[in-house]
């Protein structure tokens, strides 16, 4: 029987969990190998050996896509503008605010207010975006949702990170965040799991 989106009650498998573990930690252990080759090698040098290895890992798996006839083709100017967007602006994401907040030996900007111009930034782009495309208004059942969400993603994460650059360094930082989204999401299956035994079978 196929599994839909809500059945969570199904093991991982073991290939599920290297799935799950591999993204974040080539990403966090990223920042620490960049650390440990600082002074080593120069830092252009190294991020460029890092997008040729990942541009070799993927370009097998990307195979389908870059054949003639593929329809990413036809939009590839728009692709790659958005994917080095989308890279340039979260990998300066931790830099950009350790450098705003300063040290505890020398503070500079306060978190809450890096916080609040990040989130302001982000709703005016989102605003203008919303906006050209015509999106629909979300319905009215979605707003306890959607305000759930604007807590964690747009005041707490800012808010909360600014204040952690202050006392940890960057590479740190990037550390947790790697290893931050598969902790919660292997919490939340076993909370799953956990209900789904609590049930009564009938």
């Given at each position: 029987?196929?599994?839909?989106?809500?059945?969570?009650?199904?093991?991982?498998?073991?290939?599920?969990?290297?799935?799950?573990?591999?993204?974040?930690?080539?990403?966090?252990?990223?920042?620490?190998?960049?650390?440990?080759?600082?002074?080593?090698?120069?830092?252009?040098?190294?991020?460029?050996?890092?997008?040729?290895?990942?541009?070799?890992?993927?370009?097998?798996?990307?195979?389908?896509?870059?054949?003639?006839?593929?329809g990413l083709w036809p939009h590839w100017r728009r692709f790659t503008w958005l994917g080095l967007l989308g890279v340039v602006i979260f990998a300066?994401?931790?830099?950009?605010?350790?450098?705003?907040?300063?040290?505890?030996?020398?503070?500079?900007?306060?978190?809450?207010?890096?916080?609040?111009?990040?989130?302001?930034?982000?709703?005016?782009?989102?605003?203008?975006?919303?906006?050209?495309?015509?999106?629909?208004?979300?319905?009215?059942?979605?707003?306890?949702?959607?305000?759930?969400?604007?807590?964690?993603?747009?005041?707490?994460?800012?808010?909360?990170?600014?204040?952690?650059?202050?006392?940890?360094?960057?590479?740190?930082?990037?550390?947790?965040l790697g290893v931050l989204p598969l902790a919660v999401a292997l919490r939340l299956r076993k909370r799953?799991?956990?209900?789904?035994?609590?049930?009564?079978?009938?």
């Amino acid at each position: 029987m196929a599994c839909t989106v809500g059945d969570m009650t199904q093991r991982l498998s073991t290939s599920a969990i290297v799935y799950l573990v591999i993204p974040p930690m080539l990403w966090a252990g990223n920042a620490v190998v960049g650390r440990l080759m600082n002074g080593l090698v120069p830092p252009i040098t190294l991020n460029l050996l890092r997008w040729v290895l990942a541009l070799l890992i993927l370009l097998p798996l990307a195979g389908q896509w870059l054949k003639p006839g593929s329809g990413l083709w036809p939009h590839w100017r728009r692709f790659t503008w958005l994917g080095l967007l989308g890279v340039v602006i979260f990998a300066l994401t931790l830099p950009l605010t350790r450098l705003a907040v300063g040290t505890p030996q020398a503070p500079q900007l306060s978190g809450l207010f890096v916080a609040s111009g990040r989130a302001t930034v982000a709703a005016v782009l989102s605003i203008l975006f919303l906006r050209l495309t015509r999106a629909p208004i979300p319905r009215r059942s979605d707003w306890p949702a959607l305000g759930l969400v604007t807590l964690g993603v747009v005041f707490g994460f800012p808010m909360l990170s600014s204040i952690a650059m202050r006392h940890v360094e960057a590479v740190h930082a990037s550390v947790m965040l790697g290893v931050l989204p598969l902790a919660v999401a292997l919490r939340l299956r076993k909370r799953r799991l956990a209900q789904a035994d609590a049930t009564p079978q009938f």
